[in-house]
């Protein structure tokens, strides 16, 4: 997590980090700091909080800045140390004449403080990253030269980073560096800049070059040279990258994640071109690098993710042993990296990802990688870490997700996994003709129905301000709709802070259901289908503890109405393609808990978008 900027050039400096790290501001934002060289020192400004804080700073200083065109900038997600000023990056040597920016964790840190300190230099954080500074600081003193200094001390760090360092006795150079955290240099005509991630810099230009982990680049105003950790040069692949600016607008939503709950219908429109367009069409999947016959021996599947894309995994388990018939194992990624895993070359694994780059999944599928398995990435980046180690890569092509609660990257994601599935299933010959037509008929349907739930949201507001005082939340489903009942609850506790928590509806006569009275809403997702009559009878079960019940349903079954207090339609959709339709009614109702609760609804408190430390 955190991010981090840089720009050396000809051009005013304190914008260009600030947008930068408006940008980036998915990445973390609970402190932020800039430090920028002016003719005789190199100047630090930070602030606790949201990046406005930093602005508000820096108001009150422009003057000392405003003819600077070198410097660096951060914001943060706290791993070490509490989101405090102190804390914020840029981190200074004892002297205040070495600036360092760092994203990632320096595992060996405390060790490293206890000999720093006692040559002497006087921690003023918590930190993990001062110690690079102070480090650096000490090479310096050696070598006097900035370049080398970085590459002597990061042979001495173990862990993670992308580092970004300014020296005042160097003032047309900034040196930055990599390991197993992202960071990227563009290149312009009015000079360079640096970021951990490309819309921190595309309005200014689209060449640019990723650094790969141990390269040291040392930029200035008009040069840029790149070297290995040992000080030999190499020559930079310079890349044009295939972005647009976006203008990140709300369209007129008061918050992006209602927008991008809104964008859904198109999301699935998009996906769908060019690779489903009739239901007797064959889809079409030329992202799919496995060869056929390969794909129709294929006897075992990993899929490895981590929060929202987990729970798309756990539905792509449901669609792909149901349409294949192929086992599918799907783990977390953090609990995947951590024991020892049966993966080889006989088995696909699949890691799905928004963002591409969250460091468990990246290392869980470094690990499969090596073990020779072919590696399938669906993911939102086709720009991303993962996406690079991809053998096979399927966009999902939801467009930039702003908001922190993911919504539509997981119903990019649920749909690219039908579409895999029933591409799959069609070499394989598992499913007959009419079910195959009959299940692509209802995929093309889906935008409708999803553009009718949005356009008629009343009963989802009613139900919202009717719970939004509640202290716990329950969502119960059986079969495919589990993992809709985990990623519900999810979406509610990310946003509301509210205790929901997601169980198969069988489950809670195990233990659960001793939490039931009159002040438990229960949440039953209730498609009409296989484990339909199963499920009404836990909900009864549920009732007779006089919890308050809550049906999200496509069914117009009169029972219902004796059974629910509140009752949440939802058009007529497929069993297997319900999770899709389930899902829109979840991610309204929390965010209308949320907005009524007065809370920061896309940035919520202690997360960020993407986590890139273990
Ligand atoms: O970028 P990824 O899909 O790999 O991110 C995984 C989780 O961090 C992410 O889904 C997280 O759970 C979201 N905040 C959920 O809304």
């Known amino acids: 997590m955190c991010g981090i900027v840089g720009y050396i050039g000809s051009k005013p400096v304190a914008d260009i980090l600030l947008d930068g790290l408006e940008q980036l501001e998915y990445r973390g934002y609970d402190s932020s700091g800039i430090a920028v060289k002016t003719e005789t020192s190199i100047n630090v400004y930070k602030a606790e909080g949201k990046l406005n804080n930093l602005r508000s700073e820096l108001a009150l200083h422009s003057d000392e800045f405003n003819k600077s065109n070198m410097g660096i900038g951060h914001i943060r997600w706290a791993t070490h140390g509490a989101p405090t000023v102190v804390n914020a990056h840029p981190h200074t040597c004892n002297c205040g004449s070495l600036v360092v920016v760092h994203n990632g964790i320096i595992e060996n840190y405390k060790e490293l403080r206890l000999e720093l300190e006692s040559e002497g230099c006087i921690f003023k954080s918590q930190t ?74 595309i309005k200014h230009t689209k060449k640019a070059v990723y650094l790969n982990d141990n390269q040291v680049a040392t930029l200035s105003a008009k040069d840029f040279i790149l070297e290995d950790e040992n000080g030999f040069e190499i020559s930079p692949k310079i890349e044009v990258l295939p972005w647009e600016p976006v203008a990140l607008s709300k369209m007129g939503y008061k918050h992006f994640m209602l ?119 669906i993911t939102n980046r086709p720009d991303s870490a993962m996406a690079r180690e991809a053998d096979s890569l399927i966009p999902v092509n939801a467009g930039i997700e702003v908001s922190v609660a993911a919504t539509k990257s997981y119903i990019a994601q649920l749909t690219s996994f039908y579409l895999l599935a029933i591409y799959m299933a069609e070499i394989k010959g ?81 233990g659960p259901i001793a939490m039931l009275d009159e002040t438990m809403p229960v949440l039953s997702i209730l498609m009409k289908g296989f484990v339909y009559e199963k499920l009404l009878s836990n909900s009864e079960e549920a009732k007779a503890r006089n919890a308050r019940m809550i049906a999200l349903t496509n069914s117009n079954d009169p029972k219902l109405n004796d059974l629910f207090e509140v009752i949440i339609k939802v058009p007529e959709v497929i069993e297997v393609l319900s999770p899709i339709v389930a899902m829109i009614p979840l991610q309204l109702l929390a965010y209308y808990i949320a907005e009524f609760l007065g809370k920061d609804v896309d940035q919520p408190r202690n997360l960020a978008k993407s986590v890139t430390v273990e």
Do not use: W
């Open 430 to 510: 598992s499913m007959s003709v009419s079910e195959l037509v009959n299940l692509k008929a209802e995929m093309l349907l889906l935008p409708q129905k999803i553009e009718q739930i949005l356009s008629n949201k009343t009963v989802i507001q009613d139900c919202a301000r009717k719970f939004a005082s509640t202290r716990d939340f329950i969502y119960i489903a059986r079969g495919i709709n589990y993992p809709t009942a985990l990623e519900g609850a999810l979406k509610l506790k990310e946003i509301s802070y509210i205790n929901a928590t997601g169980y198969p509806a069988g489950e809670l006569k195990h």
């Open 128 to 201: 993990d990253t001062e110690t690079v500074a102070h480090l650096v600081a000490l090479m310096y003193a050696e070598v006097k030269d900035l370049t080398k200094a970085v590459q002597l001390a990061t042979k001495k760090i173990q862990g993670a980073y992308a580092l970004c360092i300014m020296h005042n006795n160097e003032p047309d150079k900034i040196v930055v560096t990599k390991r197993n955290a992202p960071l990227i240099i563009g290149l312009n005509d009015d000079g360079y800049y640096i970021a951990s991630d490309v819309p921190a810099f």
């Open 259 to 377: 927008k991008e709950i809104h964008e859904q219908p198109d999301v699935i429109r998009n996906i769908l071109v060019g690779k489903l367009h009739t239901p007797d069409s064959q889809i079409i999947l030329n992202e799919v690098k496995l060869n056929k016959d390969t794909l129709k021996n294929l006897n075992r599947i990993q899929v490895i993710a981590c929060g929202t894309s987990l729970h798309a995994a756990m539905i792509g388990k449901y669609i792909v042993e149901d349409f294949c018939g192929i086992p599918v194992d799907v783990e977390a990624s953090s609990e995947y990296i951590y024991r020892k895993t049966v993966t080889d070359e006989h088995t696909l694994v699949i890691g799905v990802s928004q963002s591409g780059e969250t460091a468990d999944t990246l290392t869980a599928i470094k690990q499969s990688k090596a073990r020779g398995s072919h590696i399938l990435i």
